[in-house]
């Protein structure tokens, strides 16, 4: 099986710069996607394809990936950002493609 | 309007069995992979399975391998997940969602809770 790894939380005070992390032996080769969830609500796609931002997407966000770690970056933190945010990726086996997501981080904005 | 409508879930014993159902609104549906992701209350996201445009390709994560079908009917617009042999680890809630590599349309979900 493959896995994404992310830290549990992340605390920012409002206006700071959050970032979180994504960790994946094939991030070098696949794409990272980030999901926002906000309490009670299905999630929303913020960024695809490692960094492009999915129209009606607040400029805050951005994200980019380095070897084996992609991360999710919001400029300036607003109380309205804080939710959970998921990393998504792929991989592939010789028999079978995975899809994953990693567990998640919770960004606390106060 | 792009809508995806889950319904299904209930109250369900170990072991028993259950069908989840998403229908699409508002896109063409065969147009598109789709895919069922769930989420334990108060845990992340799991990816569970998708299928291809035409259901001739299907993937499942290995938990629920052997036990939950995924399918679909073009005609009608609807996905579906049969789930069987059904665990306590199975209660969650089910999200199906539009597949185009991104997830770019989720259902609002729908509640799947085993316990005897």
């Known amino acids: 099986s493959y896995e994404l790894t992310q830290p549990p939380s992340v605390s920012v005070s409002p206006g700071q710069t959050a970032r979180i992390t994504c960790s994946g032996d094939a991030l070098p080769k696949k794409y990272a996607y980030w999901y926002q969830q906000k309490s009670g609500q299905a999630p929303v796609l913020v960024i695809y394809e490692d960094s492009r931002r999915p129209s009606g997407i607040s400029g805050r966000f951005s994200g980019s990936t380095s070897g084996t770690m992609a991360t999710l970056t919001i400029s300036g933190a607003q109380v309205e950002d804080e939710a959970d945010y998921y990393c998504?990726?792929?991989?592939?086996?010789?028999?079978?493609?995975?899809?994953?997501f990693g567990g998640g981080t919770k960004l606390t904005v106060l | 309007e792009v809508q995806l409508v889950e319904s299904g879930g209930a109250l369900v014993q170990p072991g028993g069995s259950l069908r989840l159902s998403c229908e699409g609104f508002g896109f063409t549906f065969s147009n598109y992979w789709m895919t069922w992701v769930r989420q334990v209350p108060g845990k992340g996201l799991e990816w569970v399975a998708n299928i291809k445009q035409d259901g001739t390709e299907k993937y499942y994560v290995d938990s629920v391998k052997g036990r939950f079908t995924i399918s679909r009917d073009n005609a009608k617009n609807t996905l579906y997940l049969q789930m069987s042999s059904l665990r306590a680890e199975d209660t969650a809630m089910y999200y199906c969602?539009?597949?185009?590599?991104?997830?770019?349309?989720w259902g609002q979900g729908t509640l799947v809770t085993v316990s005897s």
């Open positions: 969602a539009r597949d185009r590599s991104i997830f770019d349309y």
């Open positions: 998504y990726s792929t991989d592939s086996s010789d028999t079978h493609p995975y899809w994953v």
